[in-house]
């Protein structure tokens, strides 16, 4: 019998679960690039602890295992910035990734966001062709070193999500155990 995968708010007992999944995931960025010194591999535990009070932060459990996560935070303007976007790299390839990118854009919607901004880098095909999938387009690009140039990409929010977003968003608040 297989178990479902649940999106809800993420909690301070999650931290552990999701810096270690984070250090993981990012690996293979690390590797694109030469560089492991990126922010993802040295966060510590009590940042990722400030992360989570301080915008939203939602995970994707199969069981009491964290296999995903994401993080949202509404800025001035209507304008979101999502970051920290992790699949665990055996739940990859199978729509989780999607689904956290729908949920925490419901989330944001319901904070007033108009419009969506992340960033990826340039050799990480798999973040584009996910963000493209779902409506980014890159608005800009920055040379950060001389291997890695991050990749800005925007979605305004449509009208229909908004209608939706109301709903889901209320949907995770009810289910979630903040």
Not at 132 to 152: C, F, H, N
Request: aromatic fraction near 4%; glycine fraction near 12%; charge should be neutral.
């Amino acid at each position: 019998m297989g178990m479902s995968v649940t999106i809800s708010a993420a909690t301070d007992l999650d931290a552990e679960q999701i810096l270690k999944l984070q250090y993981l995931c990012y690996q293979g960025e690390a590797e694109l690039y030469g560089d492991y010194s990126i922010a993802p591999l040295t966060q510590t535990l009590a940042e990722l602890r400030a992360e989570l009070g301080a915008g939203c932060v939602l995970v994707a459990r199969l069981g009491d295992e964290v296999v995903g996560s994401v993080r949202g935070t509404a800025g001035p303007g209507g304008t979101a910035v999502i970051s920290g976007m992790i699949v665990h790299p055996r739940m990859q390839r199978h729509g989780l990734g999607g689904r956290l990118l729908a949920a925490v854009e419901a989330r944001l919607a319901a904070e007033g966001a108009t419009c969506y901004r992340l960033a990826t880098g340039h050799r990480n095909e798999g973040n584009l062709r996910l963000y493209r999938k779902w409506g980014y387009v890159q608005v800009a690009s920055e040379q950060v070193t001389r291997k890695l140039t991050l990749v800005t990409m925007e979605k305004e929010r449509r009208e229909q999500d908004a209608e939706s977003a109301r709903g889901a968003a209320g949907a995770a608040l009810a289910t979630s155990s903040r």
